[in-house]
């Protein structure tokens, strides 16, 4: 062998990730936009959906894990990081997608979504995605009304209610929640007070904003950001005493109000399945977009006595889960 040659070759030995290499196992890079910790429960039922397709970490398949920390600004740089990693499958969740999708036209990537992923540009459509992105989406601006009129069934005094929105996907997205929220306060003899909020210091003048405008409770939009800053957005809304309603059981269990969302360890579930057959074959651009099918209803009694509000009965049998 020339030296040239074997010196390449010890070049192409010696690159990341290497062990995965020697054991012959595929390797995928799991990008999140949060904190591992926060995904506890969630990276147990993603391997579980692994588990269920043949795979097992640590014995036939090695995951690379890249967090940002709710440092959504270090997304797109440990996106590239583990693309020249030349992982085998991408999986990005936890606000990653876009990352992602800017990182690879190439590697087999499933990703996680609140919003059309036509409208959003990773797909041809939800049937044939067509391209190397699919994976779960939850059209969160369809729950947007859901959330209202459980908010209004919570406590249907409240009038005007307040909306917390951000810009994180596009403003087509706010719009839609928007839109939506607006039809289903509409039907209920509703008024709404929409305010934005980016940063922290935003909210903190988003929350004061609606207590300016005596609002009788907020309806707390779905996205990343929004969980991200769960525990300073329900510390504002203890602070203002305003009974919330959130998209993720998370801010329930930090103290919000009431949650009503996705089952969110079974789209994690539904992630490693997906993961599971692309490394077996299949391709993402025949696997079709998947929507959730389950539904999860959280309620924490004991941040409604600090509120002085008494749950309905009604609401109580329907919770999956109720926070004494």
């Not at 403003?171 to 929409?194: F, H, M, P």
């Amino acid at each position: 062998m020339k030296r040239r040659a074997f010196i390449s070759l010890l070049g192409v030995a010696a690159a990341w990730p290497l062990a995965a290499r020697a054991q012959g196992m595929p390797v995928v890079g799991f990008l999140n936009g949060q904190s591992a910790a926060a995904f506890v429960h969630m990276l147990a039922a993603f391997r579980e959906g692994l588990k269920q397709t043949g795979f097992v970490e640590g014995e036939n398949v090695r995951i690379e894990y890249r967090w940002a920390e709710g440092q959504t600004e270090r997304l797109p740089a440990l996106a590239d990081d583990l693309v020249r990693g030349q992982v085998a499958v991408v999986v990005a969740t936890g606000g990653a997608a876009m990352a992602a999708k800017a990182a690879t036209s190439v590697i087999p990537t499933v990703i996680t979504l609140s919003g059309d992923p036509v409208k959003l540009g990773f797909a041809a459509s939800l049937n044939r995605p067509g391209g190397n992105v699919t994976g779960m989406t939850v059209f969160s601006s369809v729950l947007e009304a859901k959330r209202l009129e459980l908010l209004h069934e919570l406590v249907p005094a409240a009038d005007p209610i307040g909306v917390l929105v951000n810009r994180e996907f596009t403003t087509d997205v706010e719009g839609q929640q928007l839109r939506e929220i607006t039809a289903a306060a509409r039907a209920i003899g509703k008024s709404i007070k929409a305010v934005n909020a980016n940063s922290e210091s935003e909210l903190e003048a988003a929350f004061a904003a609606l207590a300016e405008a005596r609002v009788g409770a907020v309806s707390v939009t779905g996205g990343t950001f929004n969980l991200n800053k769960r525990v300073q957005i329900v510390a504002l809304a203890a602070r203002y005493a305003l009974p919330a309603i959130y998209e993720n059981r998370e801010s329930v269990t930090a103290g919000g109000l009431m949650s009503y969302g996705t089952n969110v360890p079974d789209v994690y579930r539904q992630v490693g399945i997906y993961v599971g057959r692309i490394l077996k074959g299949d391709k993402p651009a025949e696997l079709p977009f998947v929507q959730p099918a389950k539904f999860d209803m959280a309620v924490n009694l004991k941040t409604a006595r600090a509120l002085g509000i008494t749950v309905p009965s009604a609401l109580l049998l329907r919770a999956d889960e109720v926070i004494e």
